[in-house]
């Protein structure tokens, strides 16, 4: 039975993360005329959802024997906050002030997606974004549009949208959405590397959708020895991943891995209560990067973490990574390009600190865990006494190969 301090607790969570997915009319995917004076981002969306037949939602949270495809553009305001994605308050959309769709159009085939990308690629870069839990089709979109423009990234953008019902009592069924879509997503990657004009892929996965980046990878792994050589960057934001079956699924991708940067925050309240619903075991998003034993295990196993808890949010501060202005640049100008993130070029403001190889240095107001090379960690079995939630990294780890 629930206590009823911790049923106090989770209520207002629950009501704020409820509250979260309103506040917008739905049915924007509908195309409108664009305008001048705006800014426009052209996306590829692969998706495992059901077909609406409604060309203002498209795709329902259903879930799709078979993927689809599609080419959307997306018209950005002038005026806006940073950060913010500026939905409509009323439909059809205006350009001039909201954002809005200027184009669809249904791509059929593998050839036909190519051509798309050849006529969009940028510097041989592509940007997967695999979204998170309570998300509609549109959501997604409107979300990748705005970390593209705000970001200032060099890269071609794709959208990997998977079955959420888009509701916060769906967290079961969207959980399972995400397993259902783990090789939709794998055959995506394969093919996006199969293409010469591809050099380099990174993937940007936030809350539930970290979990199924992390298995889509973890399946390549375990097929290939090894991720396909053309990932070179994945960035986790806030991952709703138990910690002991991330480092599990680390290590079951195989070396060399890619590199791996994780965006943290102990005030993530979202996590919080994903943390209640799976078993009190502390979520990754939601760890604290400078201290033991995540510090060294992190350093072990190559991943840097980011660590936003100081940076402001909005509301269950779930998605600082892209509301924040700094860090959307830093992502899009510094980590997709392989940048260091520990050299005095960082300079966003706040006063943070970061961990490299064990000493401490000021980087602006990211506190990060940079690493070494990278290594491959896998637990050891869980010891037979029973052990403090807290300490859930706290087993023995050791570089081991991956064995099948």
């Known amino acids: 039975m629930i206590a009823a301090r911790t049923v106090r607790t989770l ?3 629950l009501v704020a993360a409820l509250l979260a997915g309103c506040g917008h009319p739905s049915g924007v995917m509908a195309p409108v005329a664009a305008t001048s004076n705006t800014s426009k981002v052209s996306m590829l969306v692969a998706t495992t959802r059901e077909p609406s037949g409604d060309p203002a939602t498209l795709f329902t949270g259903e879930r799709s024997p078979k993927p689809y495809l599609t080419a959307v553009d997306v018209s950005i305001p002038p005026k806006r906050e940073p950060g913010t994605v500026q939905w409509p308050k009323r ?42 839990f309570n998300n509609t089709y549109e959501d997604s ?46 055959q995506a990657l394969r093919t996006l590397a199969a293409d010469p004009d ?66 943290v925050s102990q005030d993530d309240k979202a996590l919080a209560v994903s943390s209640f619903i799976t078993g009190k075991v502390s979520r990754l998003g939601a760890i604290d990067p400078t201290v033991e034993p995540y510090r060294s295990k992190l350093e072990a196993a190559g991943i840097t973490a980011i660590d936003l808890t100081k940076v402001k949010g909005e509301g269950l501060n779930h998605g600082k990574f892209a509301e924040s202005p ?35 240095t000021t ?10 090379a990278p290594v491959t960690v896998l637990e050891q079995p869980t010891r037979a006494k029973k052990r403090p939630v807290d300490e859930t990294l706290q087993g023995d780890f050791k570089v081991q190969p991956l064995t099948q």
Do not use: C
């Open 326 to 360: 700094e860090i959307v640049q830093l992502i899009g100008q510094r980590i997709i390009t392989g940048q260091t993130l520990t050299d005095s070029n960082v300079s966003l403001g706040q006063g943070l600190t970061a961990v490299v190889g064990g000493t401490v």
């Open 91 to 132: 439909l059809p959309p205006n350009p001039a002030t909201d954002f809005a769709v200027t184009s669809v159009k249904e791509i059929d085939t593998i050839p036909q997606g190519r051509a798309w990308f050849h006529q969009n690629i940028q510097d041989g870069r592509a940007l997967v974004f695999v979204h998170g």
């Open 198 to 263: 591809v050099k380099d892929i990174t993937i940007l996965a936030h809350s539930m959708g970290t979990w199924l980046t992390m298995e889509s990878l973890r399946q390549m792994g375990i097929r290939d020895g090894h991720v396909n050589s053309k990932i070179h960057n994945v960035i986790l934001a806030s991952p709703d991943i138990d910690i002991q079956v991330f480092a599990k699924q680390f290590a079951e991708m195989g070396t060399p891995t890619p590199k791996f940067t994780i965006f």
């Open 363 to 372: 980087i602006g107001n990211v506190a990060a865990t940079a690493v070494a």
């Open 141 to 186: 979109v409107f979300r990748l549009a705005q970390i593209v423009h705000d970001s200032g990234m060099q890269a071609t953008p794709l959208l990997f949208t998977w079955p959420s019902r888009a509701q916060v009592t769906a967290y079961e069924y969207d959980k399972e959405s995400t397993n259902y879509s783990r090789t939709a997503l794998e």
């Open 11 to 13: 209520v207002p969570l």
